[in-house]
Nanobody, 112 residues
Framework: QVHFVESGGALVQPGGSLRLSCAAS????????MHWYRQRPGKERELVAS????????NYAASVKGRFIISRDNSKQMLFLQMNNLTSEDTAVYYC?????WGQGTQVTVSS
């Protein structure tokens, strides 16, 4: 059974940084594109970043490009999202997914 557990969300001040982690299980992680999505209050879920199985190709939403870094460790079946220079617009629940299943998400709140 495919399973994702996100962690690392917290309350952080504007301009701060956070690193999100996602532990994946139940499938061959190294075969899949992986993605971070987020759902901001009152908004639809949106794609934040994507990474190919080998990490050779990475894509970011325009709103996070230059501030967020997606990475993965296939040997540990882990996905990461380094988030820098956070703003209130980044407040959301963040999810990792292979687009076949979803985790419960981790809450990121950016506020002074």
């Amino acid at each position: 059974q495919v399973h994702f557990v996100e962690s690392g969300g917290a309350l952080v001040q504007p301009g701060g940084s956070l690193r999100l982690s996602c532990a994946a299980s139940g499938f061959i992680f190294s075969n899949y594109w992986m993605h971070w999505y987020r759902q901001r209050p009152g908004k639809e879920r949106e794609l934040v970043a994507s990474i190919t199985p080998s990490s050779a190709s990475i894509n970011y939403a325009a709103s996070v490009k230059g501030r967020f870094i997606i990475s993965r460790d296939n040997s540990k079946q882990m996905l990461f999202l380094q988030m820098n220079n956070l703003t209130s617009e980044d407040t959301a629940v963040y999810y990792c997914t292979n687009r076949n299943a979803w985790g419960q998400g981790t809450q990121v709140t950016v506020s002074s």
